[in-house]
């Protein structure tokens, strides 16, 4: 598995080559002096060991830090889903309060609306009787016009 950055997600070290680490000598032709060779034997075992001791150390440490490393990436991760989960809580929480905050802004629009419509349709209605009023005077107006006009032509 990797991270989305291209970094592993996880370093898993095979394990440590097997041996016995020293460095071994062989010998091919004979030496001045069997206490010359008993003597690079023992420091090149020595060295050996001591080698092995140390790469066999610095191995312990870098698998021990491979392990911190994954259990920091997993907590990391661990509080990036809180993160996202508290996030989207937090997201839904505000959504129902802006939700709830327009609905009241609905109704308290919609009375006010509902008021000044009816006082619109109540002067429509007012404006539409004045009308028909004068419509009612202008037709008296002109019959009695007529009227006049007709007796003083006679």
């Given at each position: 598995?990797?991270?989305?950055?291209?970094?592993?997600?996880s370093?898993?070290?095979?394990?440590?080559?097997t041996?016995?680490?020293?460095t071994?000598?062989q010998q091919?032709?004979?030496?001045?002096?069997?206490a010359?060779q008993?003597?690079?034997?023992k420091?090149?075992?020595k060295?050996g060991?001591?080698?092995?001791?140390?790469?066999?150390?610095?191995?312990?440490?870098?698998q021990?830090?491979?392990?911190?490393?994954n259990?920091?990436?997993?907590?990391?991760?661990?509080?990036i889903?809180?993160?996202?989960?508290?996030l989207?809580?937090?997201?839904?929480?505000?959504?129902?309060?802006?939700d709830?905050?327009?609905f009241?802004?609905y109704?308290?629009n919609?009375?006010?609306?509902?008021?000044?419509?009816?006082?619109?349709?109540?002067t429509l209605e007012?404006?539409?009787?004045i009308?028909?009023?004068?419509?009612?005077?202008?037709?008296a107006?002109?019959?009695?016009?007529?009227?006049?006009?007709?007796q003083?032509?006679k």
């Amino acid at each position: 598995m990797s991270h989305p950055g291209g970094i592993p997600a996880s370093i898993d070290l095979l394990e440590p080559p097997t041996g016995d680490g020293a460095t071994q000598f062989q010998q091919s032709a004979p030496t001045e002096s069997a206490a010359a060779q008993s003597g690079l034997v023992k420091h090149s075992t020595k060295l050996g060991l001591a080698m092995q001791t140390t790469r066999e150390s610095i191995q312990e440490t870098a698998q021990q830090l491979i392990h911190d490393l994954n259990l920091k990436r997993k907590s990391d991760a661990a509080l990036i889903s809180d993160f996202k989960k508290d996030l989207e809580e937090k997201v839904t929480e505000t959504c129902k309060a802006v939700d709830l905050h327009m609905f009241q802004c609905y109704e308290r629009n919609g009375q006010i609306m509902q008021e000044k419509l009816q006082t619109l349709f109540a002067t429509l209605e007012r404006i539409h009787k004045i009308e028909q009023e004068m419509e009612q005077f202008k037709q008296a107006l002109g019959i009695f016009y007529k009227d006049i006009h007709c007796q003083s032509n006679k």
